[in-house]
């Protein structure tokens, strides 16, 4: 009997024990959204982004390919008449120079600022909910008041930049009078607006990574330079992609600050492509060739912003 009662819980175990060892791996089945009733849903965003976007760029597309005149009427079709203008013109390849300068120069050093900002805001210290606060005062704050602020920073004769050079024995600087600096200094003025938000991006991602790989660098006496350069670059990859796709579609179609400080002077040194844009419609009146530039602008930002995209699906094989 005890035999029996010994022999019994091991026969039901085998017996509820094979069917799960020779079951199949189940297979996720692919849901599609129409069979479920999703469309209904997603009906109303689609029409929405369809009107604000498709439809904007459908008509800029036949505006660039069009002779419109500035009272509104419509010479005729005149094909890629305007590309080839464009092309031709000097000044669109100063203004995309312009523009592919101030796109690199911001991008980098934001993220090189950002990646240690964020560093030091990822730090359990006290205040530091503050602090984050404070840092992103600068990135919440309207363009054009941005502008202005810098406008008056960097007057040549009342403003305070020249004011500290002055103190310091430095003689003054035109910041925004001189085509060789003017640039610097609207790059300047991005990243200080901008760092505290790449500073956010980053300190979020780092406070996210895993421990594990960390605590076993340190363990095998790596140092910490080599620990940051070796593994935590490494896991931050995917977070700083998304910060600097985000920046990067910023930069590219740069112009309110420009704007408001120097309108894209002095001497065409900070004319950008949508600032080019903006003047040749709306100073010079060609909305046409105007059109025709924001398409080359739409096609900037596209390419850019499919080859962040790319580099980031790679990365993540």
Not at 220 to 243: C, K, M, Q
Request: aromatic share 10%; with cysteine; charged share 15%.
């Amino acid at each position: 009997m005890s035999d029996l009662m010994t022999k019994r819980p091991a026969a039901s175990g085998s017996a509820t024990a094979d069917p799960e060892a020779e079951a199949p791996p189940r297979r996720r089945r692919r849901v599609d959204p129409t069979a479920r009733g999703v469309w209904p849903f997603a009906l109303p965003a689609v029409l929405v982004t369809a009107v604000l976007v498709l439809v904007p760029v459908a008509y800029t597309i036949w505006l660039s390919v069009s002779d419109r005149q500035s009272d509104g009427t419509n010479a005729g079709f005149l094909g890629f008449a305007n590309y080839a203008e464009m092309f031709g013109n000097p000044e669109f390849w100063n203004s995309l120079k312009i523009t592919l300068f101030l796109f690199v120069v911001c991008l980098l050093v934001e993220t090189v600022l950002g990646l240690a900002l964020g560093y030091v805001m990822s730090l359990d210290v006290p205040g530091r909910r503050i602090f984050q606060g404070m840092m992103l005062v600068p990135a919440i704050t309207a363009s054009v008041a941005v502008g202005l602020v810098w406008l008056l920073i960097m007057d040549p004769s009342l403003g305070a930049a020249n004011q500290i050079l002055t103190k310091v024995g430095i003689d003054p600087v035109v910041w925004l009078g001189d085509p060789d600096i003017a640039p610097w200094s609207i790059a300047l003025v991005d990243i200080w607006q901008w760092t505290p938000f790449m500073a956010l991006i980053i300190s979020a991602g780092i406070r996210s990574l895993p421990e594990e790989p960390f605590e076993a660098a340190a363990i095998d006496g790596a140092s910490g330079w080599r620990t940051a350069w070796n593994i935590g670059l490494p896991l931050l990859r995917p977070v700083l992609t998304v910060a600097m796709l985000l920046r990067t579609v910023d930069l590219v179609r740069f112009f309110d600050t420009i704007y408001i400080m120097t309108q894209g002077g002095p001497v065409n040194s900070t004319n950008t492509l949508n600032v080019y844009g903006y003047n040749a419609g709306f100073v010079d009146h060609e909305p046409s060739y105007a059109a025709a530039l924001q398409i080359a602008l739409l096609v900037l930002v596209i390419g850019i912003a499919g080859a962040f995209t790319w580099f980031r699906q790679r990365a993540a094989r």
